[in-house]
């Protein structure tokens, strides 16, 4: 029996928390979802997001946490939305992203993620990256955010066409998590 207790991931989003939890029980690592009023920084750098997060989160919590950052980075759009991405689903939409790509003949991208990790001794962050394309067109009824519009490299089906294990197997946040999966089992066996 291990001494670890539950581990809290500060979101406020679900679909997030689904994706870790189902690659967290396998490897026994019980997951507590924790939607604090989070005070989300403005950066240009999603690493920066991510561990001043999870550092403010603990020091309202002071217990052991992460905070995941994610973004997506467009190669003809100069890496927009990149650290911006949230803000820019809420505004433009991907509507809104599918006309700013219209004449671009250029559609790769990939999706970046930052998974931090703070307890009382360690601030550690684990990176994450998933190459693709964008679609021309949304499709699929999976997933959130832009899953409808990326198509990592190596699949024709969009993040939102797949069930989320399949997705698990190649998404920007499963590699930054079994990441920190794995420096989490070997520090705390
Ligand atoms: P954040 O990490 O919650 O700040 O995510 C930034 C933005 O990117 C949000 O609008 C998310 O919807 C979007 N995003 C992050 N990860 C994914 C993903 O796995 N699929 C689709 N959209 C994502």
């Given amino acids: 029996m291990s001494g670890r207790g539950k581990l809290v991931v500060v979101t406020s989003n679900r679909h997030k928390f689904e994706e870790l939890e189902k690659m967290a029980d396998p490897r026994g690592v019980s997951l507590e979802f924790a939607n604090l009023t989070k005070i989300e920084v403005q950066s240009s750098s999603i690493q920066e997001i991510s561990r001043v997060g999870a550092v403010l989160a603990f020091s309202q919590l002071s217990k052991p946490l ?100 399949a997705k698990n197997l190649l998404s920007h946040r499963a590699i930054a998590f079994n990441r920190f999966l794995d420096f989490y089992l070997s520090t705390f066996p």
């Fill in 66 to 165: 992460i905070v995941e950052d994610a973004g997506l980075f467009i190669e003809s759009l100069r890496g927009f939305p990149g650290p911006y991405s949230s803000y820019v689903l809420r505004t433009l939409g991907i509507e809104g992203v599918l006309d700013l790509m219209r004449d671009r003949a250029n559609r790769r991208a990939f999706f970046q993620s930052v998974v931090t990790y703070v307890d009382e001794e360690r601030v550690v962050s684990f990176t994450g990256k998933v190459e693709g394309e964008i679609a021309l067109s949304p499709k699929g009824g999976g997933g959130f955010g832009f899953d409808p519009i990326f198509i990592p490299k190596g699949s024709k089906l969009t993040f939102a066409e797949m069930d989320l294990l």
